[in-house]
Nanobody, 124 residues
Framework: QVQLVESGGGLVQAGGSLRLSCAAS????????LGWFRQAPGKEREFVAA????????VYGDSVKGRFTIYRDNAKIMVYLQMNSLKPEDTAAYYC?????????????????WGQGTQVTVSS
């Protein structure tokens, strides 16, 4: 089992920045891929970014490329999502997710473990 706890959400004006954090515990995550997804009201859960714990390779959803950065801290066993140039359409609940294996997958059903989510609201 892997436990994931997100933090860092909040209210920010358009153009601003936020950093989300995801604390991972339980099984060792060195052979895992961790990702961020988001879900706005009435919409499907959308892939945002993912990172291989071992090696640090990353992949991003098209809507966030160039604005968001996913990275990890090995010592703290944390994954972060730095969000810059935020837009109102980035408003959503953001979820941290994990899957065993080192394939950078972008489909929500491929992820086995989920955090409880943290709300991000971007005002115009």
């Amino acid at each position: 089992q892997v436990q994931l706890v997100e933090s860092g959400g909040g209210l920010v004006q358009a153009g601003g920045s936020l950093r989300l954090s995801c604390a991972a515990s339980g099984r060792t995550v060195t052979s895992y891929t961790l990702g961020w997804f988001r879900q706005a009201p009435g919409k499907e859960r959308e892939f945002v970014a993912a990172i291989k714990w071992n090696g640090g390779s990353t992949v991003y959803g098209d809507s966030v490329k160039g604005r968001f950065t996913i990275y990890r801290d090995n010592a703290k066993i944390m994954v972060y999502l730095q969000m810059n140039s935020l837009k109102p359409e980035d408003t959503a609940a953001y979820y941290c997710a994990a899957r065993g294996g080192l394939r950078l997958l972008t489909v929500r059903d491929e992820y086995d473990y989920w955090g409880q989510g943290t709300q991000v609201t971007v005002s115009s």
